[in-house]
């Protein structure tokens, strides 16, 4: 059974840091594209960051530039979201995805098109308080 499951989430004060993970079971992590995605309270499921295959490439909102790096280690077949200056607007349940199965290996996928993930967690909550 393919399975993506998100972990670290939690709550922080303003300016903290978080680290999520992203492990995947069931299939090699390394076939996909994979992307984070973020839903708060009330509002639509937003693109966060994604990474390709080989770990060269990545894309981030702007939100976020510069204060979340997304990497991965397909050997423990694990994606990471190192967040730091967390802020209150950050709060959100986090999913990461996969997707463009066998893509070119620094290819990444826009974070606009969710159509393109295919294989989704079930999500960590990142609680963020003033």
């Known amino acids: 059974q393919l399975q993506l499951v998100e972990s670290g989430g939690g709550s922080v004060q303003s300016g903290g840091s978080l680290r999520l993970s992203c492990v995947a079971s069931?299939?090699?992590?390394?076939?996909?594209?994979i992307g984070w995605f973020r839903q708060a309270p009330g509002k639509e499921r937003e693109g966060v960051s994604c990474?390709?295959?080989?770990?060269?490439?990545?894309d981030y909102a702007d939100s976020v530039k510069g204060r979340f790096t997304i990497s991965r280690d397909n050997a423990k077949n694990t994606v990471y979201l190192q967040m730091h200056n967390l802020k209150p607007e950050d709060t959100a349940v986090y999913y990461c995805?996969?997707?463009?199965?066998?893509?070119?290996?620094?290819?990444?996928?826009?974070?606009?098109?969710?159509?393109?993930?295919?294989?989704w967690g079930q999500g960590t909550q990142v609680t963020v308080s003033s």
């Open positions: 995805a996969g997707g463009a199965p066998g893509a070119a290996p620094d290819l990444v996928t826009s974070l606009a098109l969710e159509d393109e993930y295919d294989y």
């Open positions: 069931g299939f090699s992590l390394d076939y996909f594209v």
């Open positions: 990474i390709s295959r080989s770990g060269v490439n990545a």
